[in-house]
């Protein structure tokens, strides 16, 4: 089974400096995706960014962007000119390719989730 | 906004109660997904559908646990005589390619 791990249970930055969330994780497979979702306190889950396994490229979304290093297993994501309204939870997520019977379903496996705190 | 919507937004019940939960997702997200969530956690899988089918179940899906998809659109979620390890935030995702967009979840409380 695969699994996600964030060993940062919590970060903090200043208004405008860059932060960067650590996420590893395990699986077997070769092709799958890989997500970054915040979690605003009482809020909705909104997706931050994506990336696809079998792209070297990192993924970028505006000041989010992702250091995903395939062999290690790795996917972070940097923050950069952090703004008080990233302040929240995220989450790293795995995109499994394969269900039960082998039919591709796509259930997300998350990590424990990182508390961002902004400080202005 | 990810156009998914759920209801209620938070329910408070009874040890024993029965409960039952909406997702409404958008007509394009042919995929539905429930998770759960204890505070402070990551969202758990707990069922997934491919428009009406029901495809795939997780073990945390307990025999008191039913859900459903009729006509493919929206979904329910019916929790069975509740106990207090019910108390949980229960999320809905729809699917759009390989991404999902979430609800804004369901928070249940058991008393």
């Known amino acids: 089974a695969q699994t996600v791990t964030q060993s940062q249970p919590e970060m903090s930055v200043q208004e405008a400096e860059t932060v960067t969330l650590s996420c590893t994780y395990d699986t077997s497979e070769s092709d799958y995706y890989l997500f970054w979702y915040k979690q605003p306190p009482s809020r909705q889950m909104i997706l931050v960014i994506r990336q696809e396994a079998y792209k070297q490229q990192n993924a970028t979304e505006n000041r989010f962007s992702v250091n995903f290093q395939k062999a290690a297993k790795s996917f972070s994501l940097k923050i950069s000119d952090s703004q008080l309204g990233d302040a929240a939870m995220y989450f790293c997520?795995?995109?499994?390719?394969?269900?039960?019977?082998?039919?591709?379903?796509?259930?997300?496996?998350f990590g424990q989730g990182t508390i961002l705190t902004v400080h202005p | 906004d990810t156009g998914v919507s759920q209801n209620p937004r938070h329910k408070i019940t009874k040890r024993g109660q029965n409960v039952t939960f909406r997702c409404d997702p958008i007509s394009e997200h042919n995929r539905l997904y429930w998770y759960r969530q204890t505070l402070g956690q990551g969202p758990e899988f707990l069922t997934y559908?491919?428009?009406?089918?029901?495809?795939?179940k997780s073990r945390l899906l307990s025999d008191r646990f039913s859900a459903e998809r009729p006509k493919g659109s929206f979904s329910t979620l019916e929790i069975q005589r509740t106990e207090q390890g019910d108390s949980a935030m229960y999320l809905c995702?729809?699917?759009?390619?390989?991404?999902?967009?979430f609800g804004p979840g369901t928070r249940l409380l058991v008393l």
């Open positions: 997520a795995y995109r499994s390719p394969r269900g039960a019977g082998g039919t591709s379903y796509g259930k997300l496996t």
């Open positions: 995702a729809g699917g759009l390619g390989e991404t999902q967009y």
């Open positions: 559908f491919q428009n009406e089918a029901q495809l795939e």
